[in-house]
């Protein structure tokens, strides 16, 4: 827990040297000629979002507000909300959040010395959006099959139901681990089932760690948007099969967040 | 908002959301500040003098309180296959789901919420009370 909200205020510029620096935001990046809706909600004071372009790419930018931190829970949302909503339509390269950055430097850095290969990932990501899937056991259920499968769990559960509270405090951690470790243990198995059936449905797969015990999958498609009702339908499917146990979120259209190439 | 087009987000059994805001704050925070695109031209904000707060989302590695919990509701579960009557089964597994999915929510955002201070001030009292017990299953994101 090291790193706190470390405030980094920085010094203040050089007198005179860098005060007509303008700060702006980007959100990603897009072939010249992209739709951008109008109503896009930026994430500075005018509410505003823009494009700034050199030769075929452009990026999607906006002010920022100058008088407080940039962090917050709306400026996390602007920020998807803008990358999303074009992603829902056409072909864009998300940044990292935050990418905050001089006007001149869009240009000069960012898009100039950068274009042949911003098209080149965006030639790929042509056509192609990203879900992600989350996969969850209905709890119960789950610790219902890892009871029944496991002896161990079963006599340590008896004991600690005939000692007082305060007295099974280690057995009652040794349990939970044992219960963690069978859920990790299944959900490689099951994890695995989830991605096989959905597989020949998306261009690219990435499988993210899953962050809780209970979570079996955490899966980025990259599918073909001729192709998403086919995709679509193959996650109903497999949610109604899954049904009672494995509990499924699918969320999307996004932009391609796991599939920008990495540097 | 966009929930999937093809269904109008309903009927059927997998929960459909994200997309251009429609997603929770953790589904976001997972996104956008784990992936996407860096540019060695926005390491250096500091030219700008923009005063940034550093988000930390790591994932939260099982700990003490979360064997704890799956402890209690394994014994929880037990009592369930013994014959105490259980609630109507659908809206058991609803509510199960629930407490699951603003579970993962606590979990993964615990460090997040550390690091928002008090920008995020509204999501810091159930979290002050979360350690042992699951969180309740309402109030929490949106």
Known sequence: MSDMVSETQTEQPVEGEEELVTPVYVYGLVRVGTQIPDDLPGLGPSGRVSVIEHGDIAAIVSDIPLDRPLGTRNDLLAHEAVVDTVAANEAVVPMRFPAVTAEEAVVEELLAPNEEHFLAVLDDLEGRVQYTLKGRYVEDAVLGEVLQRNTEIRALQDKISELPEDASYYDRVRLGELVVKVLEQQREEDGAQILDRLEPFAVSVVANEPGQPEDVVNAAFLVQRDRLREFDDAVENLGQDLDGRIRLRLLGPLAPYDFVPPE | ?142
């Open chain 2, 1 to 142: 908002m966009t929930v999937s087009t093809q269904r109008g987000g309903g009927g059927g059994v997998v929960e459909r959301g994200g997309g251009a805001g429609g997603g929770g704050l953790a589904d976001v925070v997972e996104l956008i500040l784990d992936k996407g695109l860096v540019i060695d031209v926005f390491v250096r904000v500091s030219l700008v003098g923009i005063e940034i707060l550093t988000i930390d989302a790591r994932v939260v590695v099982a700990s003490v309180d979360t064997f704890l919990r799956f402890a209690e509701a394994t014994n929880r579960a037990d009592l369930y296959s013994k014959g105490a009557k259980p609630k109507d089964l659908g809206e058991l597994a609803q509510s199960i789901t629930e407490g699951g999915a603003k579970g993962k929510t606590s979990g993964a955002l615990d460090a997040a919420v550390d690091k928002f201070g008090e920008l995020l001030s509204s999501r810091r009292e159930d979290r002050e009370e979360a350690p042992r017990r699951r969180p309740r299953p309402r109030e929490r994101d949106e």
